[in-house]
């Protein structure tokens, strides 16, 4: 029998790969919609990354999805990108078609309908952002508010090079600041984005004064662990809207779904009390 006629299988590609909680979300999904097949841990260490993303197709993948540090590697292994990566220069989704690889980077889309399910309406007239942090994280986040048509991105780092070597990449829409200028740019900002590891369990907490964000702000953090950070608490006590990471982790892996399995999967409270629950017994 071909490899091609067993269900299909996916896994997530990391190193190390065994906190994602992606087999959790994507294996909930297989049962729920009852489709045969297995989304499974791949622990691949960067040299064998090259061969292992090679061979993914003999071995009966569908494709796969891809976390650190293989992102960019990944993306270079592709034969063939979505405009998404090719934007970021790194991709967290395979698959094959037309026997070729294809990548495609779907934090974007995960933040984007995070935001849009839990603080819908939050990108009309959008004047100003600002985003904390200056990683991987950061630019998909520039690159989301770009696409629903941010004026203004003020992106707020530590290190003030890195955020002016990202700035560059998207031209005078984006400004660097580091953060003694966060007040100012708080002051003109209809959204605030935590895209850095502060207030993540374990890490130290991210001190905001939130005080000059105008009162119809949105406020988002990607971190959750824990489910809700301080900033999140911090802006729901300012009556901010506020969106925990949760829901980006969960919309990222609508597409790779989709694209693997066939059927595109909903972000439902089942799933998410089952994430919950899963991030909670963790602590
Ligand atoms: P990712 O690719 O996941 O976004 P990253 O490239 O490691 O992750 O970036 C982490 C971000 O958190 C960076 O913006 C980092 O700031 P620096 O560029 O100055 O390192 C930020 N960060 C991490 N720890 C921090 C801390 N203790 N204080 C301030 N910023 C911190």
Known sequence: MSARSNPPRACIIGWPVQHSRSPLIHRY?????????????????????????????????????????HKETAFALCDAVTDT???????????????????????????LGSLDQEAPGWDKGLEGAAVLGAGGAARAIIYALKIRGARRIFVINRTLARAE??????????????FSCVSRALAKAK???????????????????????PADAVVSDIVYVPLESALIKTAKARGL??????????????PG??????????????????????????L
């Open 165 to 178: 070597e990202l700035a560059a990449q998207f031209g005078p829409l984006v400004e660097a600041l580091d």
């Open 257 to 282: 779904f989709e694209r693997w399995f066939g059927v595109r999967p909903q972000v439902t409270p089942e799933l998410r009390a089952l994430i919950e629950a899963d991030i909670l017994a963790s």
């Open 85 to 111: 990566a090719a934007g970021l220069k790194a991709v967290n989704t395979l698959w094959f078609a037309d026997g070729r690889l294809h990548g495609g980077n779907t934090d974007v889309a995960g933040f």
């Open 191 to 213: 959204l605030l984005v935590n895209t850095t590891s502060l207030g993540m369990s374990g890490q130290p907490p991210l001190a905001a004064d939130l005080s000059p964000l």
């Open 241 to 254: 809207r506020a969106v925990a990471g949760l829901g980006m982790l969960l919309h990222q892996a609508v």
């Open 29 to 69: 999904w297989l049962k729920e919609l009852k489709i045969e097949g297995s989304y499974e841990l791949a622990e691949v260490s960067p040299e064998d990354l090259p061969k292992f993303v090679r061979g993914l197709h003999g071995a009966g993948f569908a494709g796969a999805n891809v976390t650190l540090p």
